[in-house]
């Protein structure tokens, strides 16, 4: 089992910006994959970014490429630099970890890809 914790949301201006961390717990070394997703009011949840465990080989959606950046520390802690927020990130945030290899693109993952979830943390932009 591995446990996953969010902090870091929060209220910005468009163009702000603010770091995610999630904590991971438990069995963190089985973990494959970590991940962010997010979820606006009203949509389905949607992967932002990936990062493979040891190798640090990252994706990220095209939505937030460029303004994201998913790092890790030692599969203990997951991060996500947010920055040049705009209003459309407005949602929350999910941790998420998945354990064992997937040959789907990632930026094609939905949550039928992920073992474990955190309990979000909210993060919204205005304008």
């Known amino acids: 089992q591995v446990q996953l914790v969010e902090s870091g949301g929060g209220s910005v201006q468009t163009g702000g910006s603010l770091r995610l961390s999630c904590t991971v717990s438990?069995?963190?070394?089985?973990?494959?994959?970590l991940m962010w997703f997010r979820q606006a009011p009203g949509k389905e949840r949607e992967v932002v970014a990936t990062i493979t465990t040891g190798s640090g080989s990252t994706c990220y959606a095209d939505a937030v490429s460029g303004r994201f950046t998913i790092s890790e520390d030692n599969a203990k802690m997951l991060f996500l630099e947010m920055d040049n927020l705009e209003p459309e990130d407005t949602a929350m945030y999910y941790c998420?970890?998945?354990?064992?290899?997937?040959?789907?693109?990632?930026?094609?993952?939905?949550?039928?890809?992920?073992?474990?979830w955190g309990q979000g943390t909210q993060v919204t932009v205005s304008s």
């Open positions: 438990g069995d963190m070394y089985s973990t494959t994959y």
């Open positions: 998420a970890a998945r354990s064992g290899w997937s040959s789907l693109n990632c930026r094609m993952w939905t949550e039928a890809e992920v073992n474990y």
